[in-house]
């Protein structure tokens, strides 16, 4: 599945289940209400319990005020809140998703760099001999 595909398939859900739209509800929990994040990384197969920060920053590469930024910039003003209004959050959605187009949902995580942690130091076995740095003649 792309990025865009998700993003898509949770605004259909919204759409179709506006009563499961929380704005404050910020985990993917399935069957549960959810924020707009939160239910993108539902639709991207992302585990129970992730944030909606995590969503953000690792399916779309940005923080979720940066998504909710964007969100708020393609919504007409009608004087409601673009992160509340459940009847254009699907729309704005779906303009944000264009971004996304053909992006496959694990790309980000291929790029990302990974922390490989140092090597071990080589164990010391308590029958070693110790061999000093110098010895003396």
């Known amino acids: 599945m792309n990025i865009d595909e998700a993003i898509n398939k949770a605004a259909d859900h919204i759409e179709r289940n ?3 739209y929380s704005f404050g509800q910020g985990q993917v929990i ?3 209400r959810a924020c707009m994040l939160a239910r993108i990384g539902e639709m991207a197969g992302m585990l129970e319990g992730t944030g909606h920060d995590v969503v953000a920053q690792r399916l779309l590469g940005m923080g979720p005020n ?6 708020a910039q393609v919504t007409p003003l009608d004087g409601t809140d673009p992160v509340r209004n459940v009847r254009t959050i699907p729309k704005a959605m779906r303009m944000v998703a264009k971004q996304f187009i053909g992006i496959p949902v694990n790309v980000r995580e291929i790029f990302e760099p990974r922390i490989i942690p140092p090597p071990a130091p080589p164990a010391i076995h ?3 001999p110790v061999i000093p ?5």
Do not use: A, L, T
């Not at 940066?66 to 969100?71: D, G």
């Open 30 to 32: 399935r069957g549960h």
């Open 133 to 137: 740095d110098e010895v003396p003649f």
């Open 18 to 20: 506006p009563q499961h």
């Open 66 to 71: 940066e998504f909710y930024s964007q969100i």
């Open 126 to 128: 308590v029958n070693d």
